[in-house]
């Protein structure tokens, strides 16, 4: 369901223009999470291309989600925004 803006990450990545941060936003369960996934995946698999292998010691360290390049950054349950600290790892 977002065709347009996987590609727009795609070309990017390719094109070596991604933007240093992004910032994913929306109602809860539109699949942000599975979109952020697939894009790190796709930037940290070892074997390059278009898409991550799924099998490359990179990919299987995001699977787990073990993998020492990502952090995860999200809204505490209690706040309306994201701690500085949080946001300065």
């Known amino acids: 369901g977002h065709g347009p803006q996987i590609e ?5 990545a390719r ?4 933007a240093h941060a992004l910032l994913l936003a ?35 360290q995001l699977a787990a989600g073990s993998h020492p390049d990502v952090l995860l950054v999200g809204l505490p349950r209690d706040k309306r925004e994201i701690p500085i600290d949080k946001a300065r790892e």
């Open 26 to 60: 929306g109602p809860p369960g539109i699949g942000k999470r599975a979109v952020a996934d697939a894009l790190a995946a796709t930037l940290l698999c070892e074997r390059g291309g278009e898409d991550s292998c799924g099998e490359c010691g990179s990919c299987r």
């Open 15 to 18: 094109g070596g223009r991604l």
């Open 8 to 12: 727009l990450l795609r070309r990017s």
